[in-house]
């Protein structure tokens, strides 16, 4: 094989580091990385840089961290670095033109869907809450559209009817590094075939917002159910209890009837809740300002009478 690939790298949550330490352990030649800059954290509000970063410093690459990678400035230091391809995984800015002309390769993403479905920034989320039982990662030539170029190669892989956001992810950064190195090993054997995406099949998967998380009782139990799980870790699904935000962090959908939104039962046993032709038992949640707690747990320390509705708008009645 011909000696490494001039590569930078661009990517910044624990997502893209698989990939990255692909790239480190194939011996391709980083130039540089590129991730966004340090954020302020907790409760202290320190600085934390991200994962990519911390994975760079330990091999001794060049980190970059431009505020806007459009800046003509930082557009001028890639050109400089004169790289062969550019690689993105989750760097959570759009590249402008400018940058993608760059390498003579181009730039090759790393998307956690099976494009053309779930282009956009929370993919994983939407696919388990939208209830799809496949997913997987593509990789793709970019082009200046929102995940809209040429895909390369495609992994796939089943979504368990359990898993949450947070499993998926953690199986899938591993995928797309396992994607990428195969792209590379096409690329330099001269054998990719890019192939257009049908944007008639595409659908659009927006960033989260808190607000998204809100439980609608009036839904079916299994809607609900993946509403959880896609919602798991962040920003989490909620509903409302004597005026206070209860997250709902683990349910399993049941067969009891009632008022969607209305407390079955709240025992030794569990917590139950009715939903549109059925019910939910909560397994696992959080009120807030409290910890997280299985179901028994919490109701030893917090009394929830059956007949209780648990509201949408912030007001609990019984």
Request: charged share 25%; net charge neutral; hydrophobic share 40%.
């Given at each position: 094989m011909m000696a490494g690939l001039r590569v930078v790298f661009m990517g910044t949550p624990e997502f893209a580091c698989p990939t990255l330490q692909k790239l480190i352990d194939r011996g391709e030649k980083l130039l540089a990385v590129v991730t966004q800059p340090d954020r302020p954290k907790g409760r202290g509000q320190k600085l934390v840089p991200p994962p990519v970063k911390v994975l760079a410093e330990r091999h001794g690459i060049p980190v970059l961290q431009p505020l806007k990678v459009r800046a003509p400035e930082f557009v001028e230091t890639i050109r400089e670095l004169s790289p062969d391809l550019i690689v993105v995984v989750a760097f959570g800015q759009i590249l402008p033109k400018g940058l993608?002309?760059?390498?003579?390769?181009?730039?090759?993403?790393?998307?956690?869907?099976?494009?053309?479905?779930?282009?956009?920034?929370?993919?994983?989320?939407?696919?388990?809450?939208?209830?799809?039982?496949?997913?997987?990662?593509?990789?793709?030539?970019?082009?200046?559209?929102?995940?809209?170029?040429?895909?390369?190669?495609?992994?796939?892989?089943?979504?368990?009817?359990?898993?949450?956001?947070?499993?998926?992810?953690?199986?899938?950064?591993?995928?797309?590094?396992?994607?990428?190195g195969e792209t590379l090993d096409l690329l330099v054997a001269g054998d990719l075939k890019p192939e257009k995406q049908d944007d008639a099949l595409s659908s659009y998967a927006p960033m989260l917002k808190k607000a998204d998380g809100l439980i609608e009782w009036h839904n079916q139990p299994q809607a609900?159910?993946?509403?959880?799980?896609?919602?798991?870790?962040?920003?989490?699904?909620?509903?409302?209890?004597?005026?206070?935000?209860?997250?709902?962090?683990?349910?399993?959908?049941?067969?009891?009837?009632?008022?969607?939104?209305?407390?079955?039962?709240?025992?030794?046993?569990?917590?139950?809740?009715?939903?549109?032709?059925?019910?939910l038992?909560?397994?696992?949640?959080?009120?807030?300002?409290?910890?997280?707690?299985?179901?028994?747990?919490?109701?030893?320390?917090?009394?929830?009478?059956p007949g209780t509705v648990l509201d949408m708008n912030g007001v609990s009645r019984d």
């Amino acid at each position: 094989m011909m000696a490494g690939l001039r590569v930078v790298f661009m990517g910044t949550p624990e997502f893209a580091c698989p990939t990255l330490q692909k790239l480190i352990d194939r011996g391709e030649k980083l130039l540089a990385v590129v991730t966004q800059p340090d954020r302020p954290k907790g409760r202290g509000q320190k600085l934390v840089p991200p994962p990519v970063k911390v994975l760079a410093e330990r091999h001794g690459i060049p980190v970059l961290q431009p505020l806007k990678v459009r800046a003509p400035e930082f557009v001028e230091t890639i050109r400089e670095l004169s790289p062969d391809l550019i690689v993105v995984v989750a760097f959570g800015q759009i590249l402008p033109k400018g940058l993608l002309d760059i390498p003579r390769h181009g730039c090759i993403n790393v998307h956690a869907s099976l494009l053309p479905r779930y282009r956009g920034a929370a993919p994983l989320n939407w696919s388990i809450i939208n209830g799809e039982t496949e997913t997987g990662v593509t990789t793709m030539l970019m082009d200046v559209g929102l995940d809209t170029g040429d895909m390369l190669v495609k992994k796939s892989t089943s979504i368990d009817p359990e898993e949450d956001t947070q499993s998926l992810h953690d199986r899938l950064m591993f995928l797309g590094a396992e994607a990428l190195g195969e792209t590379l090993d096409l690329l330099v054997a001269g054998d990719l075939k890019p192939e257009k995406q049908d944007d008639a099949l595409s659908s659009y998967a927006p960033m989260l917002k808190k607000a998204d998380g809100l439980i609608e009782w009036h839904n079916q139990p299994q809607a609900i159910k993946n509403l959880v799980r896609g919602m798991n870790p962040w920003p989490g699904a909620f509903t409302f209890l004597d005026g206070k935000t209860l997250k709902i962090c683990r349910v399993r959908v049941a067969a009891g009837f009632g008022v969607p939104g209305t407390v079955l039962k709240a025992d030794r046993s569990g917590l139950e809740v009715a939903c549109e032709g059925g019910s939910l038992s909560i397994e696992e949640l959080q009120l807030e300002g409290r910890k997280r707690l299985n179901a028994p747990e919490f109701l030893a320390g917090y009394k929830i009478e059956p007949g209780t509705v648990l509201d949408m708008n912030g007001v609990s009645r019984d």
